[in-house]
């Protein structure tokens, strides 16, 4: 029986193929890998040998022949194949050891250069281990360390691998030779222009984690990262303490982020439950920021998800210890503040540095049969159009540019009312847009005079713009562009409400 080990990860290999000689294996094997096991006493033959041709330019040439495909390829009950290959002289190769030059670990090194990386893509591993998962029914072929045991284990107990070990590890080729050629493709496009939307799309995602279950207990599920990470991603925070975070806390958690990543200018905390906003303020300092949020919706707060753009401090703490929360995520938190949270032990605190990275890239959603891609919303406004006789006031375009950035990510159709840089109500989800807005002005109370008003889509009607009026508020902001729009101007202007269009609509459905 004959085997060929060539492997960049050396973790285990000298074990491996001291065993593999123990019980009998001829071993042929090329450079380091070759020198490993050579000086661990296992005896080993060049690949060179075999082939009769020297490594070349600059060991881009080792394994690429027919020797070596031959000896892999053949099927072994095809009377024709053994006759071809007993005349060419070619040994079959029964088991093959192979992991692929580390593309992964160059291309995220700072500062590497571009020939560095191009030379750091395999051509001959992904071609014999292709060869030897298409002969899986023959051959044994390994890409793992972590499939050494079960292979030596099935050898020593049979003296051969079992069919459905052969196709596991043939599987295993195909989806790691996948995604290592899908991380060149996407190195390659990002060097010119990031282009995502081409005929066809290919993507790779390194598991950071099983969860217990998805959005309910009878979904499987687990969580994925980009290779390389993003910056003021999730998948970049680090957790300092509590349980591990569930499918909701992350779903919930990436979308405090992406309103939190709104508010660059001042401290702002953002209080979310389901995905949306329920508390969002900005103050002088962290803790008045939550203690305005909490004071917003105290209800829906509760067992929310908080993010925050400054450090968690004590005082802040304090205040958050008082309420069950799922999860808070900050840029960091100080020593006082972590010794007043510990007290809560399944409270997730995650630590995510750049937590305002906002970098324009893409989004998909998977639907049944397909799935969407579009560019990330990370734009605010086309324009700000004052369309009513009376201009809004400058605290007053203060708080509609923040009801703006709230309402932004709400989900559709969505109404938000705010006052002094803090929420007063978020209507979300409602199939038409007068019933959000009837919502906030209940939950708001008083609260709602003198607040401002913005809509994630223009008025079709003037109803929202009658109800805002009857409720005291004095401002509205929205992307305009309706056919009735002037009825709706027409309401604010004989009540003395200032309306601002933006020319974007922020529609967000998922």
Not at 59 to 86: C, M, S
Not at 176 to 194: N, V
Not at 309 to 319: L, P
Not at 482 to 507: L, Y
Request: hydrophobic share 40%.
């Amino acid at each position: 029986m004959r085997a060929l080990i060539s492997v960049s990860d050396k973790t285990g290999i000298v074990e491996f193929g001291q065993k593999l000689a123990a019980m009998g294996w001829e071993i042929l094997s090329t450079g380091g890998t070759a020198k490993a096991l050579r000086e661990a006493g296992v005896d080993v033959m060049s690949v060179s040998d075999v082939t009769g041709f020297p490594e070349c330019l600059d060991g881009r040439v080792k394994t690429l022949h027919p020797k070596i495909h031959g000896g892999i390829l053949n099927i072994r009950d095809n009377a024709e194949h053994q006759k071809q290959i007993a005349e060419l002289g070619i040994t079959p190769i029964d088991l093959l050891v192979i992991n692929l030059y580390p593309f992964k670990n160059t291309i995220l090194k700072p500062g590497v250069e571009f020939q560095d990386c191009i030379e750091n893509i395999d051509i001959g591993g992904p071609t014999m281990l292709r060869s030897a998962a298409k002969n899986f029914n023959d051959v044994t072929v390994v890409v793992d360390p972590a499939d050494y045991e079960i292979v030596l284990s099935e050898l020593e107990d049979a003296g051969e691998t079992s069919y459905e070990t052969r196709y596991r590890l043939a599987l295993k080729v195909f989806e790691t030779t996948a995604a290592y050629d899908t991380m060149i493709s996407d190195y390659l496009r990002k060097r010119i222009d990031g282009e995502v939307l081409k005929d066809t799309v290919t993507m790779t995602y390194e598991k950071v984690q099983d969860l217990r279950y998805g959005e309910n207990p009878h979904q499987r599920a687990a969580f994925y990262k980009e290779i390389g990470g993003v910056k003021g991603a999730l998948t970049e925070a680090v957790q300092l303490q509590g349980k591990e975070l569930s499918y909701n806390n992350i779903n919930d958690t990436n979308g405090a982020l992406e309103i939190l990543k709104e508010y660059t200018e001042e401290p702002t905390i953002v209080a979310v439950k389901h995905a949306n906003p329920c508390g969002v303020a900005s103050a002088s300092s962290i803790a008045e920021a939550y203690k305005k949020a909490y004071e917003a919706d105290p209800t829906s707060i509760f067992g929310g998800i908080i993010a925050s753009n400054g450090v968690i401090d004590a005082d802040t703490a304090k205040q958050m210890v008082e309420i069950f929360l799922e999860v808070i995520v900050a840029p960091d938190f100080t020593e006082e503040a972590l010794d007043i949270l510990k007290v809560k032990e399944n409270l997730r605190l995650l630590k995510l540095e750049d937590i305002l990275a906002n970098e324009a890239g893409w989004e998909m959603k998977k639907v049944m049969g397909g799935m969407l891609v579009q560019e990330r919303d990370t734009k605010l406004y086309e324009k700000l159009e004052v369309v009513t006789d009376r201009a809004p006031t400058d605290k007053e375009m203060e708080d509609l540019l923040f009801a703006w950035k709230a309402v932004k990510n709400t989900k559709s159709n969505a109404i938000t009312l705010a006052k002094d840089k803090c929420l007063v109500a978020n209507g979300p989800g409602q199939v038409n847009r007068i019933w959000p807005l009837e919502s906030c002005i209940e939950h708001g109370g008083d609260r709602v005079k003198g607040a401002v008003l913005a809509s994630d889509a223009f008025f079709p009607f003037d109803d929202c713009a009658t109800a805002a009026a009857k409720a005291g508020i004095t401002a509205i902001i929205q992307p305009g562009g309706a056919v009735r729009d002037a009825d709706s101007i027409k309401v604010c202007n004989d009540n003395g409400i200032a309306m601002v269009f933006t020319g974007m609509r922020h529609f967000k459905h998922s």
